[in-house]
């Protein structure tokens, strides 16, 4: 996934145009939900704009920032202060912390993965979760969710995205994983969800197997 690198200089740029702000307030929102934590890692967090949201919103007390793309790490680094940077360990690969986490924040980081690989991407957070931790993930969905689908419009432009992105980053992805359903299938209780563009990005609140509070 540290093909990424290739993108990450336009990135920021190309979703401002597509999205406006309305992914990052979407972002910002969910982040507001969640009751401050001691330790939260986020993976694949690209340029950082939900570091610095989680940060500024004084989310946790401590930071792992888990991003391949050595170029959006940096550019994650250039977006805070000195402060900032000491609540802050930057690494390249979750699996590398012998830490655990109150929270675990995975933003679009799913979909680029198959779904036997984010069958076994879930399980391997497992472990790295604390007793009553909480995982929020921020995707994109193609699933009916109640009485709302994505529209076909949506649908091809998930299409283009992925071409787009196995061209230029070389994603492990072919298409869009049943997220909602694999998820539905682990060992996470969901506990919160909301939704944006008619259930076409999803953002889910998934309490710890370990956590015996979950309903």
């Known amino acids: 996934m540290s093909g990424f690198d290739l993108v990450a200089p336009y990135y920021d740029h190309v979703v401002r145009i597509v999205f406006g702000q309305k992914i990052n307030n979407f972002n ?7 009751a401050p934590v001691k330790r ?5 967090g690209g340029s950082g704009k939900i570091l610095l949201d ?3 919103m004084n989310l946790a007390s401590s930071y792992c920032y888990a991003e391949l793309s050595s170029k ?3 550019k994650a680094k250039d977006r805070l202060n000195d402060r900032q940077l000491q609540q802050v360990t930057f690494t390249a690969d979750y699996s590398e912390t012998d830490s655990r986490f109150d929270l675990i924040v995975l933003p679009f980081v799913l979909d680029c993965y198959s ?9 391997n957070l497992e472990p790295i979760l604390t007793n009553h931790g909480k995982l929020l993930i921020i995707d994109f969905n193609h699933e009916p969710l109640n009485d709302q689908r994505p529209t076909f419009i949506q649908k091809q432009f998930i299409r ?3 071409l787009f992105f196995r061209v230029t980053s ?5 298409k869009l994983p049943r997220i909602l359903s694999i998820l539905k299938d682990s060992n996470f209780t969901l506990i919160s969800r909301d939704r944006l ?4 990005i999803v953002s889910s609140v998934y309490g710890s197997a370990k956590n015996d509070d979950v309903a």
């Open 28 to 34: 910002r929102k969910i982040l507001a939900s969640i």
């Open 40 to 44: 939260c890692m986020i993976i694949g």
């Open 54 to 56: 989680a940060i500024e």
């Open 72 to 74: 959006m790490k940096k």
């Open 115 to 123: 779904e036997s690989s984010v069958h076994q991407f879930l399980y």
């Open 160 to 162: 283009l995205l992925y």
């Open 170 to 174: 070389n994603i492990e992805a072919k």
């Open 197 to 200: 563009y008619n259930g076409w």
